[in-house]
């Protein structure tokens, strides 16, 4: 599973060179051209790629099931978003160089003291990390020390999402209400609708999921790694031999919601928009769905879960839009029953008894008969 890694990581910089080439340097009217729109939907897909391999780091191997983690990805979409709604400044509709436009529309008078800050790149990067690492380890801090685990954990992540979209929905929270956050113009000075900036976009969302790839890698073969999964198996075995349970836990869920958060940040200069909706409670359960299709506890797995979903979402959508519920759905239905550790988990399953079958095959040869 390890050599797995290394070759999706290897695959996955190769893509963070190949799309952008095939697109800027490969002229329209040839046959491997990829065209403008499609180089930000393969980064979106990417981007749930991360926020699939993000709960993976919780859910398959510290065995934390988040029903809330569309949250962490939410917030760090709009701390990304706050940061390109300052960027617009004079050049929105009410020509306004500190209030965004839905701040005018409403009446707003000055710029909300949680708005500070935004007009600057570092500063936005740091709240992409730490607003869902607070809110993580702070939920965590509580929810772990009481050992709330099981279902109960699950129930109680999904209304911390439910609960954000609500809030988010609110026009005097000001974060665009209903509408949300839309109509970007560029990003560190450069036009956000450029093919360039997509192409490099979609190669640093590229070099973000491989990092990540590599680094979770590195965490679950070390000791820390072994822990987290003795958690997951047997937490109460694990609490009893002195490990500090909660503090794994902790550390799990806390660093799989800044890599949720991160993932959120490159998500929205690439789709353009980020309103509540992203908070929705269905988008959580969709996440789930990803992980197991792809194979939890394997890493590659939650990946290729994320991409081929997404993938499919995008063509029953608009071939058969009544049928896409049913379809992912029924997708998840048939995974739980005959494929339970996923693609990835059941491959390597299959590819681990191949050995034993072989040799099972064999027949034992006969002695020579002794000369007479």
């Not at 954990?153 to 665009?176: E, K, P």
């Not at 979609?202 to 072994?226: D, Y």
Request: proline share 5%; with cysteine.
């Amino acid at each position: 599973m390890s050599r797995l890694s290394l070759i999706a990581a290897a695959i996955i910089l190769g893509l963070a060179l190949l799309v952008p080439l095939l697109n800027l340097a490969v002229p329209a009217e040839q046959a491997f051209h990829i065209p403008d729109y499609l180089v930000p939907l393969l980064g979106k897909y990417l981007c749930f790629a991360i926020l699939a391999l993000a709960l993976d780091l919780a859910w398959g191997y510290c065995g934390i099931l988040s029903l809330g983690h569309g949250a962490f990805f939410a917030l760090g979409g709009y701390a990304m978003g706050m940061y390109l709604m300052r960027q617009i400044g004079s050049r929105g509709v009410y020509a306004n160089p500190v209030l965004p436009d839905f701040m005018v529309f409403l009446n707003w008078k000055e710029l909300p003291w949680y708005w500070y800050g935004f007009d600057m790149f570092w500063f936005a990067s740091l709240m992409v990390m730490l607003v869902p690492g607070l809110l993580a380890f702070v939920f965590g801090w509580f929810a772990f020390r009481s050992r709330v685990t099981g279902v109960y954990l699950s129930i109680i992540t999904q209304a911390l999402t439910y609960a954000l979209l609500l809030a988010f929905f609110r026009n005097d929270m000001g974060f665009g209400g209903n509408n949300g956050l839309t109509d970007f113009k560029d990003i560190l000075g450069f036009s956000i609708q450029a093919p360039s900036t997509r192409a490099a976009l979609f190669a640093a969302t590229c070099i973000v999921l491989a990092a990540f790839l590599l680094m979770l890698r590195w965490i679950v073969a070390s000791r820390l790694g072994k822990v987290m999964v003795a958690v997951r198996d047997a937490e109460s075995r694990t609490r009893f031999i002195g490990y500090r349970v909660e503090h794994v836990k902790l550390f799990a869920f806390t660093l799989s919601a800044v890599m949720a958060g991160i993932a959120g940040a490159l998500y929205v200069p690439q789709v353009g928009i980020i309103n509540p909706g992203e908070f929705a409670p269905a988008n959580s359960i969709e996440i789930v769905i990803w992980t197991a299709v792809g194979g939890r506890g394997t890493l590659v797995g939650p990946i290729i879960g994320a991409v081929t979903v997404n993938a499919g979402k995008t063509y029953f959508t608009a071939a058969f839009p009544d049928m896409w519920l049913l379809v992912l759905g029924a997708l998840f239905i048939c995974v739980t029953l005959f494929l339970p550790r996923g693609i990835v988990g059941t491959l390597a399953d299959w590819l681990a008894r191949l050995p034993r079958k072989a040799k099972a095959g064999k027949t034992p040869t006969a002695l020579p008969e002794a000369a007479e």
